[in-house]
């Protein structure tokens, strides 16, 4: 439990860092390039999500296998093997999606997008070198998946830590010193991104023995062997993904693209708080992937309940903060009063469905451990099916905050319908337990606590003292959603207990 309770740290470590960097120079950015040339910036993000498709399960392939391997403290013979064979594909694919976004970046910037300030000229050369950012950094998700299942989350997150440190503050140097273009932000993540895929496949190959690296060859029967879990995955990917991205594909072809850079802009609060949660994910994931191969049941039942309730106080408490403060949030964040007020409302829908998506991350985990994709391919098409229509006709009545409703309406229907749908197969007879004791008492406990903040504090200034109490109000509606989940509870009063006998 010490090596999980490590990588659990060093995985928060990394994606707060991550978060801060994701979010911290966004009004920088806005004010440096315009609202619609961030829109070019969270539609980049929309195809670096999307270029995941390209993967092909190898990513999630890797972690699990690398996970399964392990034995000890040594990998099996054929570890190195799996990585070469895959590298064979991956690094010629990157390839492949960079030619193929510069193919496209034409057709999009003239029939797609609608920008009213930036031409059509370079609205395609800025998608072209998009393009190029995109496929450089790529690989390096291979390379971390592999990280991951090794159970190397301080390496991981070192990597990911500080490149995200290098983009995000290093391409601010680039656009007051250099040229306040999205031309130059984007040759900037390109740059970066290939340093980053290189350190991360560097990394990963000397944490293998000398003996396996030096006999490593392209051995087609790995591909074969993992061929059914890599296409579930791939199944999974490209249903899952299709959903995240569509409310921004639908928005980017109806609306103006200052209205996408608007939602890239709440997105990015959005996607700060699931970094809040992903850590859970990468840390238990092959965790749970090793205690299902070994057949420890009783083990894996207890983490898997803790665990969750780690993930419910965690998404409850920074969810319930986010909805209720919303707008102030956003104007402490940017000082931008017209962005807050027409964000406000789109914010705390967003935010909600990213807290439901959170709560159901460690039963998928679940699901890839025990090698069953189907449950979520099945509830993926039907959400898709479903989602299309309705996101088109959202959009077009509401703009923002239509598209802000989909990922919602997703995700509440996951949490309802599919969690329970699982625990038909895996962990039965844990649902109760599931709903009552891990997932329910955060959530009462978090909106009560920040529903009390809001209704005693003052309306909140864009200072110091303003973001002090909404601090306040986070560390205490954290505290209290933990003390209402009993495991933890019973977890934290007996660490307390060691800490003040071994004191005495």
Known sequence: MTALRTNILANYAGQIWMALMGVAFVPLYIRALGMESFGLVGLMLSIQALSTLFDLGMGGVLNRELARRFHGTRLDQTSADLIRTFEWLVWPIAGLLAIIIWLGSEPLANHWLHPDHLTRHDTARAIAIMGLAVALQWPSSFYTNGLSGLERQPALNLINAGFATLRGAGVLAVLFWVSPTIIAFMWWYAAVGAAQSLTAASVLWRLLPADNKSQAKFRLKEIHSTGRFAGGLLAIMALSVTLIQLDRIVLSAMRPL???????????????????????????????????????????????????????????????????????????????????????????????????????????????????????????????????????????????????????????????????????????????????????????????????????????????????????????????????????????????????????
């Open 258 to 504: 200052v209205e996408l850079g608007y939602f890239s802009l709440a997105m990015s609060v959005a996607a700060g708080m699931g970094r809040m949660i992903q850590p859970m994910f990468n840390a238990l994931y092959p965790r749970y992937t090793r205690l299902v191969s070994l057949g420890k049941v009783e083990e894996l039942n207890h983490l898997y309940h803790l665990s969750n309730q780690c993930v419910a106080v965690m998404a409850a408490s920074t969810a319930a903060v986010l909805m209720v403060f919303g707008k102030d949030v956003i104007f402490l964040w940017t000082g931008d009063n017209a962005a807050a007020a027409m964000l406000a409302l789109p914010l705390s829908v967003l935010i909600a469905g990213t807290a439901l998506n959170g709560l159901i991350n460690l039963p998928y985990a679940l699901q890839l451990a025990s090698g069953w994709t189907r449950l979520t391919i099945g509830s993926n098409l039907v959400a898709l099916i479903f989602g299309l229509p309705f996101c088109i006709w959202a959009v077009r009545q509401d703009g923002v905050l239509g598209a802000a409703y989909l990922w919602f309406t997703i995700n509440l229907g996951f949490f309802a319908i599919t969690v329970p749908l699982m625990h038909r197969r895996l962990m039965r007879g844990e649902l109760s337990k599931w709903y009552f004791q891990d997932i329910i008492p955060p959530i009462i406990s978090a909106i009560f606590i920040t529903l009390l903040g809001r209704w005693f504090l003052p309306a909140l200034q864009r200072n110091i003292l303003s973001a002090l109490l909404l601090g306040a109000v986070s560390i205490v509606t954290l505290t209290v959603s933990a003390l209402s989940a009993p495991m933890l509870r019973e977890h934290i009063y007996r660490q307390l207990k060691v800490r003040i006998g071994s004191s005495t």
